[in-house]
């Protein structure tokens, strides 16, 4: 059996890489079909997360198993001419045993775009830039978003599942102007449903003055999802890149990335 990792970028914006569903198209449903057909088995994918209908995946990565051993650059190359034109593959490669794109991840980094420009987005842009007001405090939201760095519970910014954690450890989170051009860069070592979007609709609230740095700070006291926080439209962000430990490290990485995470009693390291 051998197990290859594909590394791919989608501009799908009606269902993003969800999991295949039913009677929708999806991002994983088109690869596995594709793949399915060229390799001549079954295919299923595991991804290195999943993303919210609407949101893009510059950097997503997935691995799959297979009976055959194909040429990575040749089944590249082949699936270029066979996907439609809204799913690219950007490289495949065999993968080493442990490899598990979602659990052997160490980090996970998202882009947020906005644009300040008095007319909105402009129509290339249209897809994956959201317009806001074009009078937004930066350094305001620079200071909002310090406040949540670290290891924390963010059970505000989360839509909960079942059974699963909200606690997080969210190493970056900054702001950067490029012009009417609003980026904000937001990694941890995972995330949780619809929590960037959130993280970004909480601190863009500070910068057009309806909330202040220490309500969003105070959000991290909150155990359920808050309604006071504004999701941030989908269409906006993309995950831009997924961060894996040394092959000898996988394993091990694995096995720390199923145990379930609390917050420390001293309330976490940094920030907050």
């Given at each position: 059996?051998?197990?290859?990792?594909?590394?791919?970028?989608?501009?799908?914006?009606?269902?993003?890489?969800?999991?295949?569903?039913?009677?929708?198209?999806?991002?994983?449903?088109?690869?596995?079909?594709?793949?399915?057909?060229?390799?001549?088995?079954?295919?299923?994918?595991?991804?290195?997360?999943?993303?919210?209908?609407?949101?893009?995946?510059?950097?997503?990565?997935?691995?799959?198993?297979?009976?055959?051993?194909?040429?990575?650059?040749?089944?590249?190359?082949?699936?270029?001419?066979?996907?439609?034109?809204?799913?690219?593959?950007?490289?495949?490669?065999?993968?080493?045993?442990?490899?598990?794109?979602?659990?052997?991840?160490?980090?996970?980094?998202?882009?947020?775009?906005?644009?300040?420009?008095?007319?909105?987005?402009?129509?290339?842009?249209?897809?994956h830039?959201?317009?806001?007001?074009?009078?937004?405090?930066?350094?305001?939201?620079?200071?909002?978003?310090?406040?949540?760095?670290?290891?924390?519970?963010?059970?505000?910014?989360?839509?909960?599942?079942?059974?699963?954690?909200?606690?997080?450890?969210?190493?970056?989170?900054?702001?950067?102007?490029?012009?009417?051009?609003?980026?904000?860069?937001?990694?941890?070592?995972?995330?949780?449903?619809?929590?960037v979007?959130?993280?970004?609709?909480a601190v863009?609230?500070?910068?057009?003055?309806?909330?202040?740095?220490?309500?969003?700070?105070?959000?991290?006291?909150?155990?359920?999802?808050?309604?006071?926080v504004?999701?941030?439209?989908?269409?906006?962000?993309?995950?831009?890149?997924?961060?894996?430990?040394?092959?000898?490290?996988?394993?091990?990485?694995?096995?720390?990335?199923?145990?379930?995470?609390?917050v420390?009693?001293?309330?976490?390291?940094?920030?907050?």
């Open positions: 059996m051998n197990r290859f990792a594909q590394y791919l970028t989608q501009r799908l914006l009606e269902h993003a890489l969800h999991g295949a569903q039913p009677g929708l198209r999806t991002v994983q449903g088109v690869l596995e079909e594709s793949l399915g057909k060229v390799l001549r088995e079954p295919i299923q994918l595991t991804v290195a997360g999943r993303t919210d209908a609407g949101v893009h995946a510059e950097g997503q990565v997935a691995h799959f198993d297979t009976a055959t051993a194909p040429d990575g650059p040749r089944l590249l190359h082949r699936m270029a001419r066979f996907l439609p034109k809204d799913v690219r593959i950007k490289g495949i490669r065999v993968a080493p045993p442990d490899f598990d794109a979602r659990f052997s991840a160490i980090r996970r980094h998202y882009a947020y775009r906005l644009t300040t420009a008095p007319y909105g987005a402009e129509p290339l842009q249209a897809r830039v959201v317009p806001c007001r074009s009078a937004v405090d930066l350094d305001a939201m620079r200071e909002a978003a310090r406040k949540l760095l670290g290891l924390h519970d963010f059970a505000a910014f989360c839509r909960r599942r079942e059974g699963a954690t909200t606690v997080r450890e969210l190493q970056r989170y900054d702001w950067e102007r490029d012009g009417d051009l609003l980026v904000a860069h937001v990694s941890a070592d995972a995330f949780c449903w619809s929590m979007r959130s993280l970004v609709g863009l609230a500070v910068g057009e003055g309806r909330r202040t740095p220490d309500w969003v700070a105070g959000l991290l006291r909150e155990r359920e999802r808050s309604s006071a504004t999701v941030a439209p989908a269409h906006g962000l993309s995950l831009i890149a997924v961060d894996y430990p040394a092959d000898s490290e996988l394993a091990a990485r694995n096995v720390t990335t199923r145990e379930l995470r609390t420390p009693p001293d309330g976490g390291c940094c920030g907050g």
